[in-house]
Structures are given as C-alpha cells and as structure tokens.
C-alpha cells in the first residue's frame, strides 16, 4: 500500500489523533462489516510517507481479491491507496516476518552557492537544503553508518529492545535537475536494514547532510558512531521519509501457494 503522511500522524491508531491504521480500519469494517485489525511491517512517523508498506489482516471475504482491493480503496481517502491483496498463510505477520525493510529520504538543494529560494511544489515530499552538498562526503559518512553494530547513538528500539541492527545498504545519489529550476537538484538516500530504531534514518540523514554541508568530519562522525552514550542531532523533517520497500523470505504473491504445497 502507499499513503501521502501530509494526512496523518502517523501509521499507529492514536487515541486522539487520525492515522494511517485507523483510516485503513475503518474502510474495511465498510467492506466487511466486522471490526478488523490491520497490521503493518513498520510504524511510521506523522508526516512519513509510503509507497511499499506491507499490511495483513484476517478477514471474511466471499469475492475476489480484486474486488477486495477495489471495495477497500472506494472507503479510503484520496491519501491512501491499496496497490495488491495478496492471500496468506494464516500464521503471516507482515512485521515479525520481514527481512528487510528500505527507506528513501528525499532532499532538494543548490548547485551554486546562490541566494536561498523556496520551492513549494515538493515541499511536502522532501527536505529543502539552501546550500550546495558534498555528494562524495556524504555517501562516504553513509558508508560508517552500515554493517551489524549497536545503532543507539541513532535512537531507541520501538519495543525498548536492544538496539543493534544491521544496515545492508545506505548511499546518496543524484535525480534529475528540478523541472523548471536548474539551480536546484534532488539528491534521494536510500537505506536498507533488517530493522530500525525510532528515528534512526532520519537521524542518519541529519548526520551525513551535515558532512555534506561540512558541518561535520568523517572523523566526527566515526567517534560519535564508536562512542557510549554520544549525543545524535535531531531527526531530519519527517517530510522527506518515505517506507519504500518490505522484503520477505517468499514473495508475497507466493505465500499462499507455498503455504499449501
């Protein structure tokens, strides 16, 4: 499924607060007529977007899955969209059985050392840097950042678990000029893992921006990645984040097959 988090405060039903679960919820209790619990493979943020997020539920459905899909997206808000159903076996979370998980997060910045501009169209979709960035700088920062180590210095596990994680994968590439602006350009970082902590990526994008802004050293960094108790700057705008991709040990089109074989 994919969702525009302008919308929401998050995935988690809040008790005073409108959600992407509660939104989902919802519009399938309109389908099926039994209060349902959905479950996702990540918790997000409010303002994180998605456009891979994996959720299951256990619902009674005579029609097919398509219809399901169709049925489902007519009750949610234009922010949400259901992209695939999928049948499962009975024991699939779609959380406790991921692999991976792999985020995006999307930054606008200066070529040049030019006067600071808005630029309102993807303000909502992305973090707007004033300034030129170090691309080389920051994919070398984002190289400290992978591996199997203890990742508390970037946030705490959800479940208040031990915090180690291991990062397949964190780099900085350039997209395309910004159509109608070539003095901007969009920079996306993309990050993989097993799991995450509560903010980490957003806080790996504070960090290896602020070395592409020379904020801060290589050697900065690897002393505060090495260090006990070091003191992370703040998360990155929860605007930029987006829940890209969920990976499992079967692809989910084939759960059910494999399932009953």
């Known amino acids: 499924m994919a969702w525009d988090g302008s919308s929401f405060h998050g995935y988690q039903r ?22 349902v619990a959905v479950a996702a493979a990540g918790r997000t943020d409010a303002g994180v977007h998605a456009t891979g997020q994996v959720i299951g539920a256990h ?16 009750h949610l808000p234009g922010s949400v969209a259901i992209l695939d159903v999928h049948r499962v076996p009975e024991d699939f979370h ?23 501009r808005r630029w ?3 303000r909502g979709a992305c973090w707007y840097v004033p300034v030129p960035l170090d691309l080389r700088g920051m994919n070398q920062a984002a190289s400290l950042l992978t ?8 946030g705490a596990a959800p479940d208040g678990g031990h915090t180690v994680r291991t990062v397949l994968k964190a780099c900085w590439e350039r ?18 893992a097993n799991a995450f ?11 290896t921006v602020k070395v592409g802004r020379r904020q801060l050293t290589l050697a900065d960094l690897r002393s505060l990645r090495d260090s006990v108790g070091g003191v992370t700057p703040g998360p990155a705008p929860a ?5 890209s991709r969920v990976t499992y040990a079967t692809p989910i089109s084939d759960m059910w097959k494999a399932g009953k074989a």
């Open 14 to 35: 809040q008790p005073n607060a409108f959600t992407v679960q509660e939104a989902l919820e919802t519009a399938l209790y309109a389908c099926v007529g039994t209060r």
């Open 59 to 74: 619902v009674s459905w005579r029609h097919s899955l398509w219809d399901l899909a169709c049925a489902w997206n007519s």
């Open 94 to 116: 779609p959380r406790f059985d991921a692999l991976t998980r792999t985020y995006e997060y999307h930054v606008l910045s200066h070529r040049l050392p030019t006067a600071p």
């Open 120 to 122: 309102p169209l993807q």
């Open 147 to 154: 591996g199997t180590r203890d990742f508390g210095f970037l």
């Open 175 to 192: 997209n395309p000029a910004v159509r109608g602006n070539e003095e901007l350009q969009a920079l996306r970082f993309t990050v993989t």
């Open 197 to 207: 902590l509560f903010r980490m990526v957003r806080r790996m994008v504070t960090l």
């Open 239 to 243: 605007n930029g984040l987006v829940l």
